[in-house]
Nanobody
Framework: QVQLVETGGGSVQPGGSLRLSCAAS????????MAWYRQAPGKERELVAAMSSGGSTNYADSVKGRFTLSRDNGKNTAYLYLQMNSLKSEDTAVYYCNGYMNSLHNYWGQGTQVTVSS
């Protein structure tokens, strides 16, 4: 089992910045990929950025150059951070942290709201 807890969401004006944090605990040694997804009202959940256990990253085209993913592996807790700069109104969504082991063990956090509005 893996527990994921997101923090750092909030409201910001266009052009502003936010930093999301995800704390992963439990069987974190078996997590192969950690990622951030988001879901806007009326839309499907989409991948924002992901990082493998080896450190390779990939980003959605819509966030490249604006968002940066980083990971900090502790002994009992792993942290995944998403630094979001130059935020746009279309970034408004609920952001979810994901920890993937295999198709049977795919974990989600409860989500944190990000609202970009003037």
């Amino acid at each position: 089992q893996v527990q994921l807890v997101e923090t750092g969401g909030g409201s910001v004006q266009p052009g502003g910045s936010l930093r999301l944090s995800c704390a992963a605990s439990g069987s974190i040694l078996y997590i192969s990929t950690m990622a951030w997804y988001r879901q806007a009202p009326g839309k499907e959940r989409e991948l924002v950025a992901a990082m493998s256990s080896g450190g390779s990253t990939n980003y959605a085209d819509s966030v490249k150059g604006r968002f940066t993913l980083s990971r900090d592996n502790g002994k009992n807790t792993a942290y995944l951070y998403l630094q979001m700069n130059s935020l746009k109104s279309e970034d408004t969504a609920v952001y979810y942290c994901n920890g993937y082991m295999n198709s049977l063990h795919n974990y989600w956090g409860q989500g944190t709201q990000v609202t970009v509005s003037s």
